[in-house]
C-alpha cells in the first residue's frame, strides 16, 4: 500500500468518527501538510468517497455515505452556538434575542443571524403567539439523534448533559 492510500484511509477513519470537519480541522487532526491534504481530499473527492458540504461559509468534509439530509444538520451542529441555541429552545420557553444572548455570550446581532440560518435550514420554526416569538426545534429527533451519536465529535459539557437526559 502507498502513502497516499494509507493517507486516504486515515482521513477516511477520520471523518467516519467526526464528520463535517472543515480542511484546517483535518489537517490539524491528522497532523498532514497542506498540500499533502488537499491532494488527497481531491483524490477522494474525485472517487465519490469524500463530498463536501458548504454551510456557514465554511466548507465541511464528510464521507459520501452520509446523508445529504444529515451532512446540512451534522455541517450546522459543529457551530458550538447552533448546539446552543437549540438546547436553549428545546428546553426554555419565552426566550428573547436578550436572553439568548446574554446565556449564550454572544451579540444579539449574531443570535438573530444564527437564528435566521436556522429558520433557513428548516432546523428552527419561529411563531408569534401572544404578541411574542416562540422557537421550537424542527427535525428533532432526527437533531437529537445525530447529536447523541456524534456526541464525542462535539466536546461541549452543556450539551452533553442535555443529550444524556434525551437518551434517558
Not at 472517487?47 to 461559509?57: C, M, P, Q, Y
Not at 459520501?64 to 455541517?75: C, T
Not at 436553549?88 to 440560518?117: A, E
Amino acid at each position: 500500500m502507498n502513502t497516499h492510500n494509507v493517507t486516504g484511509t486515515f482521513i477516511c477513519s477520520l471523518l467516519e468518527k467526526f464528520p463535517g470537519l472543515y480542511f484546517r480541522e483535518i489537517a490539524r487532526a491528522a497532523n498532514l501538510p497542506i498540500g499533502t491534504l488537499d491532494y488527497n481530499l481531491r483524490k477522494l473527492k474525485k472517487r465519490n468517497v469524500v463530498v463536501d458540504e458548504l454551510v456557514f461559509d465554511k466548507r465541511r468534509y464528510f464521507l459520501s455515505s452520509v446523508d445529504l439530509n444529515e451532512r446540512r444538520i451534522i455541517a450546522m451542529l459543529r457551530e458550538r452556538a447552533v448546539r446552543k441555541i437549540l438546547a436553549l429552545v428545546d428546553s426554555q420557553h419565552n426566550l428573547t434575542y436578550n436572553k439568548f444572548s446574554k446565556m449564550l455570550g454572544i451579540s444579539k446581532s449574531s443570535v438573530s443571524w444564527y437564528i435566521n440560518r436556522l429558520k433557513d435550514e428548516s432546523l428552527l420554526s419561529v411563531i408569534l403567539e401572544n404578541g411574542k416569538r416562540a422557537y421550537s426545534v424542527q427535525n428533532k429527533e432526527t437533531v437529537w439523534k445525530l447529536l447523541a451519536r456524534h456526541k464525542e465529535s462535539f466536546s461541549d459539557r452543556m450539551l452533553n448533559n442535555f443529550i444524556s437526559l434525551w437518551d434517558a
